[in-house]
């Protein structure tokens, strides 16, 4: 295992510590907790809470700021936060307006996420939650029951961070992220596997010649191992799955993620999203926004995710309305 | 060599058509050029023009937009473009106010963008350069007579950028591009090699516990190798070779940047940055603001490099400056 690091079992406190200290304008860190909090609390909004295993980077203590998450919770690497640490973050942020936890459908982050929200609750603070699974690879998986959620997470903290900003209510916010989680589907692959710090090794092997498609962020089995494609191949058949879903049709405004897992070059991502354009535009579906970039890593696994998302005037509008933390940046 | 592409010749073509129809409000590619331009020009302004060999992406496509680039020239991976391109590029932006030149000091670039600017200055478009070297490792190295220009080049591009914008000059814009060249300096190692997907094997070859100190953007000599440290040893050994310059004291005012190479993951640049942090106060130097990420790359080696800029109030102002690029934007 070669990583630049301090020690195995401290990785998520130091890297915490780095956040903060490096970007103190945007986050702070909640003192004794592995929790980042906007440094900035805007009173009266309702605040969103997410978070899950570390290793994901920049999710989710990246989308801490004005128009995206109010606090993220940062578990062991790969292991879902503890219910004492999101019940921290809760009160940490939580105005009077109620708090939305957004949650990755991973069995053990739904568990702790609703204990955290019942001890919040019983506290006399509102708390509503939304579980994301645009994961459309497989059913059920090694940590998760029905779908997993992976980068389109990212779009839900965005969209519903914008409402939340423009001050709707908690009922308001926690549609429209449902909104966008009804809307929104993912699709991923790797090349090469990551290694979680304190294991050592790599979570997975794959031959030389090899890929496996459908691949989770946690390096869970995707649908099928093959021999590694082009670039196009890999685009043509992320989408084709996500499209096989039924939901995107030719006149619809779509957002596209093309995410990497860590160590994917931006080059390769951009020959990926030239392609992922090439087949929308064929279908007659409209890009109206592209993002490109890590976005929902695997530590430094390498290879990519696809996610469409379909846009109405309002998640569109939402969508493209400013947002101010440490890696969404946007007009 | 495991990569996501279809054809390791035409990677830069299709990652810049790519990049084109992913962010068309930002880029826009010259037809039948290497060139990334500004959707949106500016008339009267000033152009900035940067580019180099591509695979440090999003080096410097990513950075053509408001605040910062007109166009960005890309060669093929680690190669220097040719003048024919650079001067099509110079064409292309020059709205009459001349063209400032931003060339990282390799001997190949700095020919070629030379002899493109005595072909546009033949055309009657006046043209100045800046040579970026703030790499302090090595003196010469192998594409480099003097220091190599590395990730400090991002913050020529911001600064520089940030000045034509507010309707500098031609001499006030190069002045100030001069000024950021002769206060920041960079760091950088790796533990893991890249591989130029024409090549097809890695560019060099370190042992699993082995780290390079002083490493270049495209695999050139550091000054030494050695067992890998921990992320604060590395972090030490880097701003410990900055400091040595003797340009930065107690009660200076800097600015960070804690840039990752490819493959490393962002949990490690963050605790890297964390140990940078504690050092620059520990000398009561003061972080005005700090970057941490993928900003000069060289494919997917994993490694990071540090660079610190000194701000006077008017670099402080332009840095802080907004931006609107696909790669760096900023309120």
């Known amino acids: 295992m070669k990583k630049i690091i301090n ?32 440094t900035t609390q805007k009173k009266g909004k309702v605040a969103l809470v997410s978070g899950g295993g570390s290793g994901h980077e920049p999710s989710h203590g990246g989308y801490v700021g004005k128009g995206m ?16 640490q999101i019940y921290e973050a809760i009160k ?6 109620g708090v939305l936890l957004i949650i990755k459908n991973y069995t053990g982050d739904v568990m702790n996420f609703e204990m955290a929200a019942e001890m919040a ?29 992976i980068a389109g997470t990212v779009l839900v903290h965005k969209i519903a961070g914008a409402k939340a900003e423009m001050g709707a209510s908690l009922t308001e916010v926690k549609q429209t992220a ?13 090349i090469l596997p990551c290694t979680v710090p304190a294991a050592g090794k790599p979570s997975f092997i794959l031959a030389d010649d090899e890929m496996e498609i459908g691949m989770g962020i946690h390096g869970e089995p995707g649908t099928h191992r093959e ?14 799955k996500i499209l096989a879903e039924g939901i995107y049709h030719s006149g619809d405004e779509v957002a596209v993620m093309v995410n990497g897992l860590g160590a994917t070059p931006l080059m390769e991502l951009y020959i ?32 990519c995710s696809v996610t469409l998302l379909k846009l109405d005037a309002e998640l569109k509008n939402l969508l493209l309305a400013p947002a101010d933390t440490p890696a969404f940046v946007q007009y």
Chains 1, 2 share one sequence.
């Not at 130091?14 to 909090?37: C, D, I, R, W």
């Not at 998450?69 to 004492?84: I, R």
């Not at 940490?92 to 307006?97: E, H, L, M, Q």
């Open 121 to 149: 609750e019983a506290d006399g603070i509102t708390v509503e939650k939304v579980v994301t699974q645009d994961d459309v690879a497989v059913e059920n998986s090694t940590w998760t029951t029905g779908r997993r959620g």
């Open 227 to 240: 021999k590694i494609q082009t670039a196009d191949g890999i685009a043509q058949q992320l989408v084709d």
């Open 7 to 38: 020690d195995p079992e401290s990785v998520v406190e130091e890297m915490l510590h780095g956040m903060a200290v490096s970007q103190p304008q945007y986050v702070t860190k909640l003192e004794g907790f592995n929790v980042m909090v906007r």
């Open 272 to 303: 990926v999203s030239g392609k992922v354009q090439a087949i929308l535009q064929e279908k007659g579906i409209q890009m109206v926004k592209t993002y490109v970039g890590n976005y929902m890593t695997s530590l430094e696994m390498a290879g």
């Open 178 to 190: 449902e909104n966008v989680i009804a809307n929104e589907r993912s699709m991923g692959m790797a």
């Open 92 to 97: 940490a942020v939580d105005t009077g307006a």
């Open 69 to 84: 998450l109010d606090a993220a919770v940062a578990g062991a690497v790969f292991t879902s936060p503890t219910p004492d």
